[in-house]
């Protein structure tokens, strides 16, 4: 279901292998979610290859979420369709959610600005 997560600069990016997050596939996904969601503090899910998503899958993406916040983590998104960022708009889960347009900025905005020179 999810891609083996890479890490980029402290960041474990996890890609979709399916081009769909449905009632069939969430339940999977869960499952595929819960070692990354143990081993690492900052997670970016790359939506790019997602074309689809339904009520399961947002309530699976906010499960993850909910389970990253409680552990004083991040995750954010990117890299979405316009059919699921539409989705995510009509439900107005992208004020919920960390969005970004595409890996490089979700990363450089979750590592957050270089530390000043302090000489």
């Known amino acids: 279901m999810i ?3 890479l890490v980029d600069k402290g960041i474990a990016v996890v890609g979709f292998s399916r081009d769909s997050l449905d009632a069939s596939s969430s339940k ?3 499952e595929d979610m819960k070692p990354v969601l143990d081993q690492y503090q900052r997670i970016l899910l790359d939506l790019e290859d997602l074309q689809f ?3 399961s899958g947002l309530g699976a993406m906010l499960s993850c979420l ?3 916040h409680a552990k004083g983590g991040q995750l954010a998104l990117c890299g979405m369709s316009k059919p699921v960022r539409t989705l995510f708009e009509l439900v107005r889960m992208h004020r919920i959610f960390d969005i970004y347009p595409n890996r490089g900025e ?3 905005v979750m590592n957050g600005p270089a530390p000043a ?3």
């Open 106 to 108: 979700a990363i450089a």
């Open 28 to 30: 999977a996904f869960k």
């Open 66 to 68: 909910r389970a990253v």
């Open 117 to 119: 020179n302090s000489e």
């Open 3 to 5: 891609t083996r997560p």
């Open 53 to 55: 998503v339904d009520s």
